[in-house]
């Protein structure tokens, strides 16, 4: 309902990319002890893709009979993080202070992302008349 509303969308696709980045760093803090386990993190997500729209073309349902097709969810890409000097001696590039750090950057962001969202949520209601939650 809401994807057409540019702001809205940004928030979902911010939110988005914070819950994969938030996967890819637990798995790295599962694997701190396995040998060989190169940490991994998300390429940072650009406010210009942000505003870029899906070129997908969406299947329009025009009947409550009409099947409606699963969206798939947009993807992010893992990379490798290459620090060889920081490295255990069993191979492992996982530092489990830099993670936690990281995690906790992404619940700051994705808090900041439902704030906003909820917020206009809010004025939007506000706009049309609508009071209380």
């Known amino acids: 309902m809401f994807e057409?509303?540019?702001?809205?969308?940004?928030?979902?696709?911010?939110?988005?990319?914070?819950?994969?980045?938030?996967?890819?760093?637990?798995?790295?803090?599962?694997?701190?002890?396995?040998?060989?386990?190169?940490?991994?993190?998300?390429?940072?997500?650009?406010?210009?893709?942000?505003?870029d729209k899906d070129v997908a073309v969406r299947a329009a349902t025009t009947n409550p009979m009409h099947i409606s097709p699963e969206v798939e969810p947009a993807k992010f890409e893992t990379q490798k993080e290459r620090r060889p000097e920081e490295s255990k001696p069993n191979g492992n590039s996982?530092?489990?202070?830099?993670?936690?750090?990281?995690?906790?950057?992404?619940?700051?962001?994705?808090?900041?992302?439902?704030?906003?969202?909820?917020k206009n949520l809010s004025m939007l209601k506000a706009a049309i008349g609508k009071t209380g939650s």
């Open 94 to 118: 996982v530092l489990i202070e830099e993670q936690m750090e990281k995690i906790g950057d992404v619940k700051g962001k994705y808090d900041l992302a439902i704030n906003l969202f909820t």
């Open 4 to 51: 057409n509303l540019t702001l809205f969308a940004m928030a979902q696709k911010s939110m988005d990319w914070l819950s994969r980045r938030q996967e890819v760093l637990s798995e790295n803090v599962a694997n701190a002890n396995t040998a060989d386990y190169q940490a991994k993190d998300l390429a940072p997500l650009s406010f210009k893709n942000l505003l």
